[in-house]
């Protein structure tokens, strides 16, 4: 499998802020890279899929970007309601997940 | 509206075997538009991939799992299933099902509630 290191595992944040969160494969993994929100007793969520594209009901201030082996997600203007748990997977070779950057206050 | 809604024990004895069924409420498991995965997290952890099938019944495993998972279709009941071999307590986790986009790349882009299950004498 293809080892994803996502940083930082924690960040403290506020509303309003600006939260930007990396992953990293050890290999290109292409475009094949998807972002996920969980909320504690939920299942994930698909917020960006090919690295850049918006899922369908996500709000805007969610962007994603990269391409091979650098990904980031950002939120440009924290909302109450983003203070969550954010995973990457990638999707060229099987799948295996980055171990989750918990967003908090 | 597309459901996924996972059943089985919620409590597995060491050594035995870990077996939970996915129900898909709208679709066909036998179009070739998705694959069918499962995911699990351990309490308090990150999530772990664990395997997926496509409609012809070809299989994909995590290399880590791979000697002790099956995955398959029962396409009478529009189900799909996981089978774990010899548990421990490290098998103890929230099991998700879930829908991968064929088109992208396998993509997961709709996931089941998930259902706990403990490993557990």
């Known amino acids: 499998d293809i080892p994803m290191t996502q940083s930082p595992s924690t960040l403290s944040a506020s509303v309003g802020d600006r939260v930007t969160i990396t992953c990293r494969a050890s290999e290109s993994v292409g475009r094949w890279l998807a972002w996920f929100q969980q909320k504690p007793g939920k299942a994930p969520k698909l917020l960006i899929y090919?690295?850049?594209t918006l899922q369908s009901g996500v709000p805007s201030r969610f962007s994603g970007s990269g391409f091979g082996t650098e990904f980031t997600l950002t939120i440009s203007s924290l909302q109450p309601d983003d203070f969550a748990t954010y995973y990457c997977?990638?999707?060229?070779?099987?799948?295996?997940f980055g171990r989750g950057t918990k967003v908090e206050i | 509206q597309l459901q996924l809604r996972e059943s089985g024990p919620g409590l597995v004895k060491p050594w035995e075997t870990l077996s939970l069924t996915c129900t898909v409420s709208s679709g066909s498991i036998t179009s070739g538009t998705y694959y069918w995965g499962w995911i699990r997290q351990p309490p308090g952890k990150g999530l772990e991939w664990i395997g997926a099938?496509?409609?012809?019944?070809?299989?994909y495993y995590d290399p880590s799992l791979r000697s002790r998972v099956t995955i398959s279709l029962d396409t009478s009941k529009n189900q799909f299933s996981l089978r774990l071999t010899s548990v421990t307590a490290a098998d103890t986790a929230v099991y998700y099902c879930s829908r991968l986009v064929s088109q992208l790349e396998r993509l997961v882009d709709y996931w089941g509630q998930g259902t706990l299950v403990t490993v557990s004498s």
């Open positions: 099938v496509y409609y012809n019944g070809n299989t």
């Open positions: 090919k690295a850049s």
């Open positions: 997977q990638q999707h060229n070779t099987l799948w295996s």
